[in-house]
């Protein structure tokens, strides 16, 4: 049953990606966007890991593209973009350098696919501790707690950053 | 005083110098929200910028206090180490420049201060978490802390649409290479399971790192580093953003930024990636180089002094590179006192451009420059000075950081780099000395209008801090050289490592 | 889960869904009739009695009208985002209600099932994450039909919906701290645990939390998406037929889905208040009451004739919050738009955070000096919210931050203004006028 499910979220979520780049408007890319995202927020579900799985939909397909489709309904309108994608020698580069890439990365996890993961807590029995949220605040709050603060002046730098650029009146 | 990070609280005595900061970057901007929208009241502007200064003088006395203090147990996310709070000393000396030189500025050209002077600090910020970081989580964020703010602070002139440009070119170019370098975070984790520097130089010194994945990693975050240090040839940003870049925010910038993603660049690849030296020796030794040769000969066309104090920071970008190349104790030592040299006489070289262009993007051309040796003498001198330094001429600080940098160097046995090194400074000279030329020989095209210039007392200070630490580090460079010889040593580099290719 | 066989849990839970889904449609259905009676009464008229007694086969009427309309489909329009439009939006509104537990736990032959569709470890997120993607059915909706006046709807929708999420967030994490977990059967549990229903105890944050769901369901006084004196009706204006029942039927599940929620997270749930004996909560595999003065678990006792009780409470509890919906729709006038965004961003978010300090510091403080999580804990952080509660009015009550429509509110007008029975209307100074229209 996992599997199965496992199976569908991933054909999904790079069925979604595929979309991105093949949609023919900026809003199917756009949505195709927000079901690839979902699904990786199925596959959250599937690895026991709840909170990451809201998380996702919260911030990245609820706020992060909504966003996004705010932008491209008020920006898009009427403007023809397809002289603005320019095909030729580069995107040939880009998708020669990426498939290589891809590629050396394939190789490398199919010669170590039966590598297994290493010991660690099992979240199940962290999430049964501390409950779904607890299970990652903990370690959020203690080990990682100088990243996370950090985070939040970078979030605070970005927003006055914004703002200064943003402002009607200057 | 004994910190140690089992316990919590000790962050906050250890990120004592970032947090006072950071605050004081709040503090600065609600000041500045209180002094109301108009920028009209010009004394009141300068206020908040002596303000910003309180607050990188507090930090400096908190990173002072750091000196008396030890580090025990296990490591943190943040080292206290020599090198760190060297590193925050140029960051500091950056800071107090960047902002001396931009009170009248700011003032001239009407930009919000309150945020403009926050930003600076958050900015600052930024540098201290990289250049402290002991993971490379807290390098990846401690980078975008000081990108977004210098992203923001390039495009902060409104009204100039050069400013626009040059925010957006660095927003986008350092977006890309932002990517780059978090790709390679997430190689080099998946090489060795950790993001942990010292848990990452274990794992690839001893060789349980997954080979290909790492080297991908290192390769990524190199491509990553050499955005932010503008190496050949991944500079293409940088000419068009320190030239369009409010003037004060390139000085600050092309000294600030350079040195925190260079103290970065040390701790990531002399500490963790130490283990694979052969693998990036290579690479990093073409890039010093062609940084060196590129820079230097486009440097040579310029007729923008901007544009060619652009270059320049390139070039110096590519002499550092050697020390990076070289891999050894001395090397960076040299490269720590290289930075400071390097941040006070760049910011120092700004200032008086920015005096020339009267506080604002006017008279950048060198034609510009002529008959300023007969109409102020003084800055005239001075600025020659100062280029003489960033040529390194003997007697002035850029002689002995260049000079330490060549040393290490030759004890690494590069000998090439270093003759690519001495050759490449000679012809540093040509382009320096022809603005020297224009300032003293050279009468002015319309027939000799005086050069209004007006010199504020924060500019006059930059200017006598900048020319007594020049001459002070060229003549007597012993106990700062010995400092940043010890700081280097906490790094805990081996040595020189050439000895695996020979 | 709940310690069931798998082969009971999935035909409990597959009769859980299809009973609380065609509840809830029936709800929706007599929720409109309920809105249309109401607002009868309010402006003393009679409302719908013609379709059945009291009128109360009215909503079988109007579904099956408006399934017998003509479906439009305008030309201009996006077609598969139009017709995707009303899909979205009425998938969210519906599977909300999943979480939400509605009765006390049912003990059968064959074990004891919970009663709620799904609970799931992250209870509260689960709402945020899909009233977060409530937004795309509206802005899809509107954006694909074409038409100003509907991609205006959608914008403002959207905008709205986004800026009070954060409110309704922040407001929710006052529960969350006060219980100690996300899922809804535990923020249940601790309220009957507590003695109180977090209505008093986090009363301020009842209040944002009321206030943010208003703006998230665009009900009045924040329906801007649909102003109909402003934009005929939103987003919604191209849609006919089936296609905007199905908006319709998004807004009132919505609506319904809310008032659960605001039950269940402020009164108590299906909790049946001063009596203990209804309490359950699944605790380390057996259903317990509660805890004694030592700490051990007390085993509930269940009964069916209990779950009937507490299926009534909730019941009760949901419709008092959904009149409470139609009444200030029927009585209050609708916001401006710039005063909609001012309240969200200026008075709601501040307010939020910091009344969310002052709880997590209350908390803290009440935790370090060791008060037992109970009666007296409950009514200090009463005490505490309710300060907090009259400061946060009295500071709103002050005409600065929401200006009203007219400026002499703001600039009172001197006392011996001339009275002028028609306001000049002169082209230069339009604001004049204003002002002589606002003092008489």
Not at chain 2, 232 to 236: E, G, I, Q, S, T
């Given at each position: 049953m996992i599997d199965i499910l496992f199976y569908v979220f991933a054909a999904l979520a790079l069925g979604g990606a595929m979309g991105v780049v093949a949609g023919r408007s900026p809003v199917a890319s756009l949505l195709f966007m927000v079901l690839c995202l979902g699904s990786v927020a199925g596959i959250y579900v599937l690895l026991e890991a709840h909170f990451l799985a809201a998380v996702q939909v919260i911030v990245y397909a609820g706020a992060i593209m909504v966003l996004f489709l705010f932008v491209i309904m008020l920006l898009n309108l009427g403007h023809n973009y397809h002289p603005d994608l320019k095909a030729g020698l580069w995107s040939a580069l880009s998708f020669a350098v990426a498939g290589a890439l891809f590629g050396f990365l394939g190789r490398q996890l199919w010669g170590n696919r039966t590598m297994t993961p290493e010991a660690g807590d099992s979240v199940d029995a962290l999430v049964a501790q501390y409950g779904a949220v607890g299970a990652i605040a903990r370690p959020l709050y203690t080990e990682w707690v100088v990243p996370f603060e950090i985070t939040g002046i970078l979030l605070l730098v970005a927003i006055v950053g914004a703002l200064v650029l943003a402002k009607q009146r200057v | 005083m004994v910190i140690d990070f089992s316990s919590n609280l000790d962050y906050v005595r250890a990120l004592l110098p970032e947090i006072i900061l950071c605050v004081w970057g709040m503090v600065v901007l609600m000041a500045g929200v209180w002094r109301g929208e108009s920028s009209e009241e010009g004394p009141r502007a300068e206020g908040l910028g002596w303000l910003a200064l309180v607050g990188v003088a507090f930090a400096a006395v908190a990173n002072g206090w750091l000196h008396g203090v030890r580090e025990v147990g296990t490591d943190g996310m943040i080292a206290v180490d020599g090198f760190r709070l060297f590193s925050n000393w140029i960051f500091l000396t950056a800071a107090l420049l960047g902002m001396l030189v931009s009170f009248a500025y700011v003032y001239r050209q009407r930009l919000q201060a309150g945020e403009y002077y926050a930003l600076m600090l958050f900015s600052v910020a930024g540098m201290m978490f990289m250049a402290g970081a002991r993971n490379l989580i807290v390098v990846f964020l401690g980078l975008e802390v000081m990108s977004i703010a210098v992203y923001a602070l390039s495009a902060f002139n409104r009204r100039d649409r050069r400013s626009a440009e040059a925010g957006l070119k660095y927003f986008i170019l350092g977006a890309f290479s932002t990517g780059f370098f978090l790709y390679g975070i997430a190689l080099t984790y998946g090489a060795t399971g950790s993001t942990h520097l010292p848990t990452i130089a274990l794992a690839v010194s001893n060789g349980t790192a997954h080979g290909a994945l790492l080297l991908f990693g290192v390769a990524l975050m190199g491509v990553g580093f050499a955005f932010k240090v503008s190496a050949?040839?991944?500079?293409?940003w940088a000419p068009d953003v320190y030239e369009g870049a409010p003037s004060p925010v390139t000085a600050f910038m092309s000294a600030g930024v350079k040195a925190a993603a260079f103290a970065a660049f040390f701790r990531v690849f002399l500490v963790s990636f130490q283990g694979a030296y052969e693998s990036w020796y290579g690479v990093m030794w073409w890039l010093s180089a062609t940084t060196m040769v590129g820079a230097n000969l486009i440097a040579l066309v310029q007729t923008n002094v901007k544009r060619m104090l652009a270059y320049s920071s390139i070039a110096h970008g590519g002499y550092l590179l050697v020390a990076i190349t070289a891999a050894n104790q001395a090397s960076a030592g040299a490269a720590l006192f290289y930075l400071l040299v390097y941040t006070v006489m760049n910011i120092s070289a700004f200032a008086v451009v920015i005096a020339v262009s009267n506080h604002g993007e006017e008279r950048l051309e060198f034609e510009d420059y002529a008959g300023l040796g007969r109409n102020q003498p003084g800055l005239a001198l001075l600025l020659t000075l100062f280029l003489l330094s960033l040529a390194g001429f003997p007697g002035t600080g850029g002689f002995m950081a260049k000079f330490q940098l060549l040393l290490g160097a030759m004890d690494a046995q590069l000998w090439v780099l270093s003759v690519i090194l001495v050759l490449s400074t000679v012809v540093s000279y040509a382009y320096y000395l022809r603005l020297a030329w224009y300032t003293w020989m050279r009468d002015p095209a319309d027939g000799g209008s005086p050069l209004p210039v007006y010199l504020p007392i924060g500019m006059r200070l930059a200017l006598v801090v900048g020319a007594a630490v020049v001459i002070w580090l060229g003549l007597f460079p012993g106990s700062v050289l010995d400092l940043a010889r010890a700081s280097a040593a906490g790094l805990g580099v081996a040595g020189p490592m050439v000895e695996i290719l020979h | 889960m709940s310690g069931l066989s798998p082969g009971v849990f999935l035909v409990t839970s597959a009769v859980k869904v299809v009973a609380v889904f065609s509840v809830l449609m029936v709800a929706v259905a007599y929720t409109t009739l309920a809105e249309r009676r109401v607002s009868a009464w309010i402006q003393d008229r009679m409302g719908p009695n013609r379709v059945g007694p009291f009128g109360l086969l009215q909503p079988i009427a109007d579904g099956i009208k408006n399934f017998l309309k003509e479906e439009t489909l305008p030309g201009t329009s996006t077609k598969l985002f139009f017709v995707l439009g009303p899909m979205l939006a009425i998938v969210p509104a519906l599977v909300t209600f999943a979480v939400v537990p509605f009765a006390a736990p049912l003990p059968t032959p064959w074990g004891t099932v919970p009663m709620i569709v799904a609970d799931v470890p992250i209870g509260i997120l689960y709402i945020m994450a899909l009233s977060s993607l409530g937004v795309y059915g509206i802005v899809l909706g509107g954006w694909a039909s074409n038409n100003k006046y509907s991609f205006l709807g959608a914008l403002r929708a959207s905008a709205q919906m986004v800026s009070y999420e954060v409110a309704l967030g922040l407001s929710l994490v006052t529960v969350l701290m006060l219980t100690g977990n996300v899922t809804l059967t535990q923020v249940v549990f601790e309220q009957q645990h507590l003695g109180l229903w977090f209505v008093l105890p986090l009363s301020l944050g009842f209040i944002l939390f009321v206030i943010s769901a208003f703006a998230e369901t665009n009900r009045l006084p924040f329906d801007m998406p649909e102003a109909e004196s402003e934009l005929v009706t939103g987003y919604h204006t191209e849609y006919s037929s089936m296609k905007f029942s199905m908006f319709f039927i998004a807004e009132y599940a919505h609506v319904i889905t809310q008032s659960a929620l605001m039950a269940t997270l402020f009164l108590g749930g299906w909790d049946i208040p001063f009596w203990h004996g209804d309490d359950a909560f699944y605790f380390q595999g057996q259903w317990i009451q509660g805890f004694d003065a030592a700490g051990t678990p007390v085993l509930a006792t269940l009964a069916w004739w209990k779950t009937l009780l507490t299926l009534g409470a909730f019941v009760l509890k949901t419709s008092l919050f959904v009149l409470v919906y139609i009444w200030v729709r029927w009585t209050l006038p609708r916001f401006r738009y710039d005063q909609v965004m001012q309240l969200g961003w200026k008075i709601m978010l501040p307010t939020a955070l910091a009344y969310l300090m002052l709880i997590a510091g209350t908390i803290l403080v009440l935790d370090e000096i060791s008060v037992p999580f109970g009666l007296t804990y409950g009514l200090i952080l009463t005490v505490v919210s309710m300060i907090g509660t009259v400061v946060f009015t009295f500071w709103l009550d002050r005409d600065r931050v929401i200006s009203g429509a007219s400026p002499s509110a703001r600039w009172p007008l001197p006392q011996s203004m001339p009275s002028v029975d028609v306001p000049q209307l002169s082209e230069t100074d339009p604001s004049q006028a204003a002002v002589g229209a606002g003092g008489n």
């Open positions: - | 050949v040839p991944f500079h293409m | -």
